[in-house]
C-alpha cells in the first residue's frame, strides 16, 4: 500500500490549504485514514481521521477550521484547512489503517510541509 501526499506550500494567515493523498496497492475503502503532522523536535500528532464507514473526528485544535474527507472511488483523502494560523506550520502526514485481516497494517505518506506566515 502507497500514499502519495500533495497540496502542502505557503500561505497567509486566515488562509487556506487543501492537502490531497492518493491511496494505491489496497482495497481503499476498507481503510481508516487519517492526518497527522509533526513538528521538527516534536511528536508526530494527530490532526483529523475517517474511518471506513465514514465516522469522523478532528483535534480539538482544528475543530471548524479543518473538514476532512474521501473519495473511495478515487481512492483519495483530502484535508481542507481554513482560517490556517501560525502555529499550523508544519508538516502533514497522511495514514492508511487497517487493524485486521487483507492489508492490515499502518501505512505513511511522506510528510508535505505547510507554513502559514505573512
Known amino acids: 500500500v502507497q500514499l502519495q501526499a500533495s497540496g502542502g506550500g505557503l500561505v497567509q494567515p486566515g488562509g487556506s490549504l487543501r492537502l490531497s493523498c492518493a491511496v494505491s496497492?489496497?482495497?481503499?475503502?476498507?481503510?481508516?485514514v487519517a492526518w497527522y503532522r509533526q513538528a521538527p523536535g516534536k511528536e508526530r500528532e494527530w490532526v483529523a481521521a475517517i474511518t471506513s464507514d465514514g465516522s469522523i473526528d478532528y483535534r480539538d485544535s482544528v475543530k471548524g477550521r479543518f473538514t476532512i474527507s474521501r473519495d473511495n472511488v478515487k481512492a483519495t483523502v483530502t484535508l481542507q484547512m481554513n482560517s490556517l494560523k501560525p502555529e499550523d506550520t508544519v508538516a502533514y502526514y497522511c495514514?492508511?489503517?487497517?487493524?485486521?485481516?487483507?492489508?492490515?497494517?499502518?501505512?505513511w505518506g511522506q510528510g508535505t510541509l505547510v507554513t502559514v506566515s505573512s
Open positions: 496497492g489496497g482495497i481503499f475503502s476498507l481503510f481508516a
Open positions: 495514514n492508511a489503517r487497517r487493524s485486521s485481516g487483507i492489508y492490515r497494517g499502518d501505512y
